[in-house]
């Protein structure tokens, strides 16, 4: 089951399955590479930005940011 | 004997990169801004074994993909294309090896261009701490290039990277050793031949990390936008983009992961498990971002930071003040007296006095954004308030500039600095100086004491405190207006891209804390002090000149004590009612009239342009007040005042409402525009923000005293 991580903010890990939209490569230059896993940290007082896990450092991501990655 | 290196210091945000800079080069830094850009250049001298060489601290950048302005002058210092300046000799590239993955992307980018190259690995003890296991000879032989581990923060380390720079062979990195693919290969190497080796004048060593961009990008990069044969580029790189595909690559995505392919042979891509937990940046980031504790936390440091800037200045600026009176007074009784006198004294010591009172506001707020910097707490707030900041075009970390504009725009707008994005970055200082800073108090403190009655409302809320809480309101409001306005002027989309860093947190260094502070200083005093000494001298010609012989009867008289105003009644007042100053106040009356403004108004919106409080001293000086500050007496004779002709009131609640919002929205302060032009790199942008800031002003106030006036509270 995938879908997109804006639309999985609750705390927990996934895999990233594919990363599409206008801020791809610079997501997959922070080092949001398929096959990744990830973890929502938590989320910011009204809903987004989220802070997540990768490679182990933290990263917030807007939700339009987080719509660019589909988590599986 | 050693020659003379040029060394590039490139990395990521946060990976000590400015400590090590520091440590390196010492007080020997100059700090100024590139040409035509708004990034920081800070440039240092480090001497070995006898031999000086020049340390370039390049802006932190997590990619040479240039994008954003930061990135395109890392990507073209190193190319050797910025401003003609040679590409430098050594590229020291520092990683934050608790953060190893990511920050080696950088690396294997700067690898491509074939600079001779040390790779520092900084916060090993954080590494370590954390169980990481990071290898660096194992680095070493991957890269092919030296790597050093260092403790940035240890003296030692330092000479460590000293030796390391003394003893490098400037041997050049064999580039592109993590290309694998050979269609991609191929891509590049039409790229490089059709169109960047025939049409471009690019450095050689910039056609392949060039080329991937050209790939990788699928609109043809800003870079060529306008360049004549652009056609022909779009027509290669296409090409280019479908030898990847028909080979069942992606264009867009495959150079990205071939570097982190190539990249995990370095690092076993080890952060996936458990290894590297940060707990401590966990517990902390539990409570201070917590949903609720979160902005509640943020709101007592921000109000902390107010008091700072607001209330623990203060004396230290009396201080200023008091030295910068008392010397322009010995300076007046020592020198003879005549034009010279009057110029050092009023024009060159009152405005040098006007340059260094803002040091206090300043530093203190520099040590508090160095300290939330340094501790890695600010990317938090900035995360705690992106939410509500968005809605009105700007960004989480605008929040802490915009606080500090209650106290002075000046600090405010140089701490926009910590926003990354230059438009909201941008956004931000355009709409600050509509915060009403500190000195509208004395103005607003004078007219509402005078002219609005002290009543209360409801039988709670005094009138006069409303009006202060009014007006500090209607600047909010317009600030907030502003931003989602200017925010429709940008092409770009509806967001910019956010992806911040929450770096994980740390003791800051405090030596770098205090520089920080100092420098700040420094730049404000040094960059905008020489704007705002020119424009202080202009005003004090204009106040000045043209000199008038005063009448016998005008000499001779003494302070009125009569109800009825006359506006000659000392020297003084007589001398600025003559200067161009006065004049100008008098030619202008026509236009600020429907404002409810009269001509001696009309000088004090001249003079108040050096800085808003001086208006309340020029209506001393024109009122004949004895002494200074008799704010009493000036707020009587105010209410005494009578036009000669019809013998009304000149001021009433209403003019005095609209002065005000004139006041509260104008753009009257030189410091202001001085650190506006420093801080955005051109005059451009000064120039328009004093144009609708004052528009804005004048529309607001005709609209306060005309409804007004026609609905009967003239």
Not at chain 2, 227 to 235: I, L, S, T, V
Not at chain 2, 562 to 590: R, V
């Amino acid at each position: 089951m995938s879908s997109l991580l804006s639309e999985r903010t609750d705390p927990g890990t996934s895999r990233i399955k594919d990363i599409s939209g206008p801020e791809a490569v610079r997501l997959m230059e922070m080092g949001l590479t398929p096959g990744r896993k990830i973890e929502v940290v938590r989320t910011a007082p009204m809903g987004f930005p989220i802070e997540i896990k990768v490679r182990g450092y933290l990263l917030s991501l807007r939700e339009s940011e987080a719509k660019c990655i589909t988590v599986e | 004997m050693q020659q003379s290196l040029d060394i590039a210091l490139i990395g990521n945000p946060n990976t000590g990169k400015s400590t090590i800079f520091n440590g390196l080069t010492g007080m020997k830094q100059k700090i100024s801004n590139y040409p035509g850009v708004t990034v920081e250049r800070k440039v240092g001298r480090m001497t070995i074994d006898g031999t000086e060489h020049r340390v370039i601290d390049l802006p932190g950048t997590y990619s040479l993909n240039h994008k954003k302005v930061d990135e395109k002058i890392t990507y073209q210092t190193l190319i050797g294309e910025f401003e003609h300046e040679r590409s430098p000799d050594l590229a020291m590239v520092i990683l934050d090896a608790s953060n190893l993955d990511r920050n080696l992307y950088l690396a294997t980018q700067v690898m491509d261009l074939g600079i001779p190259m040390i790779v520092v690995l900084n916060m090993m003890d954080i590494a370590e701490d954390r169980g990481l296991g990071v290898d660096p000879e194992r680095i070493s032989e991957t890269l092919g290039v030296p790597v050093v581990p260092v403790v940035g923060k240890r003296r030692k380390d330092i000479e460590k990277l000293r030796q390391a720079v003394a003893g490098h062979d400037l041997s050049r990195p064999e580039p592109l050793r993590w290309q694998s693919d050979d269609a991609m290969n191929s891509a590049i190497e039409m790229i490089t031949e059709k169109w960047l080796e025939s049409y471009t004048d690019l450095p050689p060593q910039s056609h392949p990390i060039e080329a991937l961009r050209l790939i990788s990008d699928n609109q043809l990069s800003d870079a060529f936008k306008n360049h004549p044969d652009r056609g022909k580029a779009d027509e290669i790189v296409a090409e280019a983009r479908k030898l990847i595909e028909n080979n069942g690559g992606n264009p867009s995505a495959d150079e990205v992961l071939a570097r982190y392919n190539f990249i995990e042979q370095c690092t076993d891509g080890q952060e996936d498990e458990s290894a590297g937990e940060d707990t401590l940046t966990d517990k902390i980031d539990a409570v201070v971002t917590h949903k609720v504790a979160g902005p509640v936390i943020f709101v007592g440091i921000l109000m902390v930071m107010f008091q700072a800037i607001f209330s623990w200045a203060e004396p230290f600026m009396n201080m200023i003040d008091l030295i910068f009176v008392q010397a322009g007074n010995w300076l007046s009784t020592t020198l003879p007296p005549g034009m010279l006198n009057d110029l050092l004294v009023e024009g060159v010591v009152a405005g040098l006095g006007g340059v260094v009172i803002f040091l206090p506001q300043i530093m203190f707020l520099f040590l508090f954004i160095s300290i939330l910097e340094g501790t890695g707490y600010m990317a938090r707030a900035a995360f705690v308030m992106d939410g509500v900041m968005t809605k009105i075009g700007l960004h989480g970390r605008s929040v802490v500039p915009l606080i500090s504009g209650f106290a002075c725009a000046i600090p405010g707008i140089m701490a926009t600095r910590t926003i990354d994005n230059w438009r909201d970055r941008f956004i931000t200082i355009m709409v600050l100086p509509w915060m009403a800073c500190s000195a509208r108090l004395p103005v607003y403190a004078l007219m509402i004491a005078a002219f609005i009655p002290d009543q209360t409302l409801l039988g709670f809320f005094g009138l006069q405190g409303l009006t202060f809480f009014g007006l500090y309101f209607f600047g909010i409001v317009m600030a907030v207006l502003a931003a989602v306005l200017i925010k429709q002027f940008f092409p770009t989309g509806e967001q910019t891209p956010f992806m911040m860093e929450l770096p994980s947190y740390k003791m800051p260094k405090w030596s770098d804390v205090f520089k920080n502070m100092f420098e700040r200083g420094w730049v404000f005093v040094t960059q905008a002090g020489k704007i705002i000494i020119a424009i202080s001298i202009v005003l004090w010609f204009l106040a000045s000149f043209p000199e008038v012989e005063v009448p016998q009867d005008v000499q001779q008289a003494q302070t009125t004590t009569e109800t009825s105003f006359n506006a000659q009644t000392s020297p003084e007042s007589y001398k600025l009612k003559n200067s161009y100053a006065g004049m100008l106040g008098q030619a202008m009356e026509p236009v600020i009239a429907p404002l409810g403004f009269d001509w001696k108004i009309g000088i004090g919106l001249i003079t108040s342009f050096a800085a808003r409080e001086v208006v309340v001293g020029t209506l001393n000086t024109i009122y004949s007040v004895e002494g200074d500050g008799e704010v009493v007496t000036l707020q009587q004779k105010l209410i005494n005042d009578v036009d000669p002709e019809t013998g009304e009131p000149v001021f009433t609640t209403l003019t005095a409402l609209s002065l005000m919002i004139f006041f509260a929205l104008a753009m009257q302060c030189m410091s202001t525009l001085a650190i506006v032009k420093r801080e955005t790199n051109t005059w451009k942008w000064p120039i328009v923000m004093f144009v609708y800031m004052t528009a804005f002003a004048y529309l607001c106030s005709l609209l306060t005293f005309q409804v007004g006036t026609a609905l009967g509270y003239g």
